[in-house]
């Protein structure tokens, strides 16, 4: 699906999502395709998704669970992240 401008007169009327072939059939010669417009991700926002993972890796009850049992491979991967998450939260502040 992609957006189109219903055109009457050269005039657009009115905008609908719809199949190139729906548009053709409905309207001929009587549209133009709008493209379609990508917004860049802020960085702003690829921190906030990245801590956001990171949250919900680390806040599980299996997770809490291990690292009460001392399990050092859970201990040594929560660091990693947890330094990651500090360096993230570094650079956002900076923003």
Known sequence: MSTYQILKKGKVVNT???????VEQQYPGNYRLVPDVV????????????LTDIDAQT????THREIALGNAKTISWVAGLDAQALALRTELALL
């Open 59 to 62: 806040d599980k009850p299996r």
């Open 39 to 50: 917004l860049p991700v802020s960085r702003k926002s690829e921190i906030l998704a990245a």
């Open 16 to 22: 609908i999502q719809a199949d190139a072939a729906f």
